[in-house]
């Protein structure tokens, strides 16, 4: 699609693009890691690989052993 444009159409969609980032509130990386950080630690109780899956309801669990003879 790019191909089919001119130099100026192109130029013209990347200062649309431009000004919709703009607008995008901001923060500081200060507060945003905070916030993540705590979101991560209060859903680590719930995370299955963090604390594992229980053996009766692990899907991927060996149905049986193989025997070769």
Same mark, same amino acid.
């Given at each position: 699609? %790019? /191909?089919? +444009? ?5 130029? *013209?969609?990347?200062?649309? /693009?431009? @000004? ?6 901001? %923060? &500081? #990386?200060?507060?945003?890691? *905070?916030? #993540? *950080?705590?979101?991560?630690? %209060? /859903? =680590?109780?719930?995370? &299955? +690989? +963090?604390?594992? #899956? &229980?053996?009766?309801?692990? &899907?991927?669990?060996? @149905?049986? =052993?193989?025997? #070769?003879?």
């Amino acid at each position: 699609m %790019a /191909q089919d +444009l001119s130099e100026k159409e192109l130029l *013209k969609m990347e200062v649309e /693009q431009l @000004k919709k980032e703009v607008t995008n509130p901001r %923060a &500081p #990386i200060s507060k945003t890691g *905070k916030e #993540i *950080k705590d979101f991560v630690e %209060a /859903q =680590a109780v719930n995370d &299955p +690989l +963090l604390k594992g #899956i &229980p053996e009766d309801k692990n &899907p991927f669990k060996e @149905k049986g =052993a193989c025997v #070769i003879n």
